[in-house]
């Protein structure tokens, strides 16, 4: 997994392609202070549910997801954001193909 380049103007949604079947993941940035991550589901990928140390920010940028935080599923379409807060149970799948920008903060 290559990291983006910096100071350079991005089209975020173009730096990660769908994969049949899959879920794919590029990491635009890294750092103690935390990290970014850019994510393609194909319909029917998931990430099954799972905790986080640290709170994360969910962008979506294409497609449909759902995401459930602690049991309750939320629906997000292109340009919805949810933050999936420190500690709760948290899982994501795909109801159509999505893209999705995560940014979690360790603080």
Not at 4 to 27: M, T
Not at 69 to 89: C, T
Request: no cysteine.
């Amino acid at each position: 997994m290559s990291i983006a380049p910096k100071s350079q103007v991005l089209k975020i949604a173009e730096l990660v392609s769908y994969q049949e079947g899959s879920v794919v993941s590029r990491q635009i940035t890294k750092a103690e202070a935390g990290n970014v991550t850019l994510f393609a589901f194909d319909t029917g990928q998931e990430l099954s549910e799972h905790t986080a140390p640290f709170d994360a920010l969910a962008h979506i940028l294409d497609g449909t997801a759902e995401i459930s935080i602690a049991g309750q599923p939320y629906a997000l379409e292109a340009g919805d954001a949810i933050v999936m807060p420190a500690s709760q149970p948290h899982a994501v799948r795909a109801t159509k193909r999505f893209k999705m920008l995560l940014t979690m903060i360790r603080a």
